[in-house]
């Protein structure tokens, strides 16, 4: 009779776990990793939790230095993100990505320094040769043709980065030997000071 | 269950830290020599059971053990779940120092209380292994309570995050039951008397 019950119990528990288990939307994890690249005037990024999940449907705000929101957004169920600025940012920005129930992550994202002389310097480039077919081409264009090759040959280096970054940022075999280590060391220690008040 | 800095509003941060302070100092004037070498074993497997993920379906769960920490140890669990948390933060960054004292007071207070309860009823119930398991899962929701707590007083809905939390942490509940109720059991079997400290 109680073996039975128990059975039931189980089962019933089981039922209840699948039924959560197909409706829980976030995983929980301990650390919400960001990565992003500006790029142009949009800032185009990641967001995944130390277990490699994305973070999806995460809101993410871009601020300055100020505390000032200069986009916001969401991510995709890739984890993905891509916003906006309404102008190249002149100095580091920060994004930051709230998981929801205390996940929050946050990255800087620095901002080419000499972002405007350079461009200065390629339209005095593209200019110097002159009487070319280059100057039918009106410099825009050339820049987002530029733009888009750079950013074509770039993505799979990207890629590589992010998941170099999330390789990076999971616990290595080291660090949890060598926080045992401190673990005994510690009561080690705790040991040691107690011996000695009995003693003394 | 982890909360992350820049999450929670300063008087939050401030009592977490307070009632972490008073835990820790009353755990460890509880600890005998019996007791240092248990809350440090006990402390070694808290840092290493959230380092242990398994996927289940949609999300993924680690254990957290303060159910049993708590049957354990008793207030003892406090500087246990200190130092665990502590290597935590500093090794892995998860959660960190400003929020530690409130994750470690969500964690070790739920595990406390959990581990009263465990205790009584094991000294009602000659059923080891029901008793262990109701102390495990109840240490796993009193911690997706807390934390929805910590969450609510900082300005989240209460409600949302805490049926988030319990619904997402109810397979640990049952797996944790489960293994708090095995070790419960082995213990009583082999060593009468660990409850006596």
Redesign the interface.
Known sequence: MKGKRLTLTLLF??I???V?????????????NVFALLEGDCINGEAY???G?PAKDSKVLIKNSTGHVLAEGKTNENGQFSLKLSSPPTEAVTV?V?G???????TTVESPKNGKKLTTTTQVGLEAPEKTTVQDVPSAAIEEIIKNAVKEEMEPIRNELIKMNMELSK?KVT??L???G???G??GV??WV?GRSKNG | ???????LSWPVLVSGAAIATAGTAYGIKK?S?ET??R??IV??AL??A??I?VN??????HLILGGLGGILLGWSLFPAFL??LF??AV?????GLVVLGVNVTNMALSGVLAGFVGRALLKRLKRPFLCGAISGALGVFGAAVF??A??AFSG?AFRA?AV??I?????VA?IEGIITGFIVSFLSKTDKNFLEV
Not at chain 1, 20 to 32: D, K, S
Not at chain 1, 100 to 106: A, D, I, K, L, N
Not at chain 2, 56 to 61: K, R
């Open positions: 528990c089981g209840l776990c699948l959560f288990l197909a409706g829980a939307p976030t995983a929980l994890a301990h650390r919400l939790f130390n277990d999940s930051i709230e929801g129930v205390g996940h929050r992550g946050e616990p660090e949890i060598g926080g045992i401190y673990i005994v510690l009561f705790a040991f107690k | 269950m982890h909360i992350a800095e820049g999450v600890l020599f240092i070498p809350c440090g402390s070694a840092f290493v959230s380092l993920h289940l379906g949609a999300s993924s769960v130092v665990a290597l935590q090794l892995f960054q998860f959660g934390v929805a910590s969450l989240e995050s988030l939390l619904g997402a942490h109810l397979p049952i």
